[in-house]
């Protein structure tokens, strides 16, 4: 698999409809999760997940950012 076929638009981490919306008719591809921890393990367990952006929900806060 080429790498431009293996990477996606996006990984969203939040429940917004509204901004998943917007992420839609940007990128062409992309992921989303309501929960920080869902998205870690399906991050860390899929090599073909390589999203171009990570978006989280400021209500993580920014350590939820580091980990």
Do not use: W
């Amino acid at each position: 698999m080429k790498l431009q076929e293996s990477m996606t638009g996006f990984y969203y981490v939040g429940t917004k409809r509204a901004i998943i919306t917007k992420l839609v008719n940007i990128y062409k591809r992309g992921y989303a999760s309501g929960k920080l921890n869902e998205s870690m393990t399906e991050l860390l367990n899929n090599d073909h997940i390589l999203p171009q952006v990570f978006i989280c929900d400021a209500s993580y806060g920014f350590a939820a950012a580091n980990t």
